[in-house]
């Protein structure tokens, strides 16, 4: 019989990798497992290593390095009111100043 106590770890890998791609139902996230050689026959371990690959690639949370985001390029999405945008006024079409005739001799 297999260790026991390699379920709740394991089911931890597969939080933390599916959290990080949320849009995803579960059978989808299973079936992406395959498309990768995760199956029947696959072993933990092999599961595991790939669930910690996808949690890498779509992290759930943003790395932390000393209590800060970890320097990187994040792409970060949130469900969010709609962001009021500033309008710049239009520029309005006015007539050139009038300049008062000027020129030699007068």
Do not use: K
Request: aromatic share 4%; with cysteine.
């Amino acid at each position: 019989m297999d260790d026991p106590t390699r379920i709740d770890p394991t089911l931890e890998s597969l939080r933390r990798a599916w959290e990080g791609q949320p849009n995803l139902s579960l059978p989808t996230f299973f079936a992406m497992l395959a498309n990768q050689g995760i199956g029947w026959g696959a072993t933990d371990d092999e599961l595991v290593a790939e669930l910690e690959r996808q949690a890498r690639v779509h992290p759930p949370l943003l790395p932390l390095e000393d209590g800060r985001i970890a320097a990187g390029e994040w792409l970060v999405l949130a469900d969010a009111p709609h962001l009021p945008h500033h309008r710049h006024p239009q520029p309005h079409h006015r007539a050139p100043p009038r300049h008062p005739a000027c020129g030699v001799g007068l």
